[in-house]
């Protein structure tokens, strides 16, 4: 069976399997949705099918904000994992001037932007990555020096790179974007940002 469709057996076990809180909580989760449905429109290229969840959205759903079940997280791990597109020239890292500009831009993907604009990651709305940059947001770990404490192996370089193409891979439910898998940013843009965090000479290393 594909991960993706043992994922969503695990969900519908843990609405069924259950008490009848889950089942509550799943009648509510409906609701939710459909009063968003109704009460949003769609603007640019900001259309409703924002509104729909995938099985991994669901899953963190359903733990309600809470660290989903050891199985369930296992499992949304696995499926993330296995969408992660790695470059096939295997060059891991680009310009980190171009990510420091990519880690800065907000925009992107909002209803008044140009779809065919270039599109931000917002790395420092929940990141710290250097010294310079004072205003930056606390969703996220501080990522200052990032590359000099881990060093640049291509192991780090890899996880690095996965972990901006699909963050949860490596962390169910967490609240950082999927910036590949949901088409954010394009592979040459996570390399750039990953060589943002690798590159010693970036702002993220002093
Ligand atoms: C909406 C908030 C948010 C945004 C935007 C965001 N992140 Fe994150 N990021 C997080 C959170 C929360 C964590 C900690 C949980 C986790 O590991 O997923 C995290 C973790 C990470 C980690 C793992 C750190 C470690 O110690 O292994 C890396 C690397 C990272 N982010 C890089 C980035 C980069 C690069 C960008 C921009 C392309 C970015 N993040 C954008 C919220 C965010």
């Excluded at 449905?37 to 899953?59: H, I, V, Y």
Aim: hydrophobic content about 35%.
């Amino acid at each position: 069976m594909r991960p993706y469709a043992r994922l969503g057996l695990l969900v519908v076990a843990a609405i069924v399997g259950g008490c009848a809180t889950a089942l509550d909580e799943s009648e509510t989760a409906a609701k939710t949705a459909a009063a968003l449905k109704a009460s949003f429109r769609p603007a640019g290229q900001a259309g409703l099918d924002r509104l729909e969840q995938d099985e991994t959205q669901r899953a963190c759903s359903l733990a309600a904000g809470k660290a989903p079940p050891k199985d369930v997280a296992a499992m949304i791990e696995q499926t993330n994992l296995a969408t992660i597109r790695y470059p096939a020239d295997g060059k891991l890292l680009g310009d980190w001037k171009n990510g420091e500009r990519i880690a800065q831009e907000g925009r992107g993907k909002q209803f008044s932007d140009d779809p065919k604009g270039p599109v931000g990651a917002n790395c420092y709305a929940c990141h710290q990555l250097s010294k310079g940059e004072l205003s930056f947001g606390t969703i996220g770990p501080s990522l200052y020096q990032y590359g000099k404490l881990r060093g640049n192996s291509v192991d780090v370089q890899r996880y690095t790179f996965g972990k901006i193409y699909n963050s949860e891979a490596f962390t169910a439910c967490t609240n950082m974007p999927r910036f590949g898998h949901k088409g954010i940013l394009s592979e040459q843009q996570i390399k750039d940002v990953a060589a943002l965090l690798l590159d010693p000479a970036s702002p993220v290393n002093q």
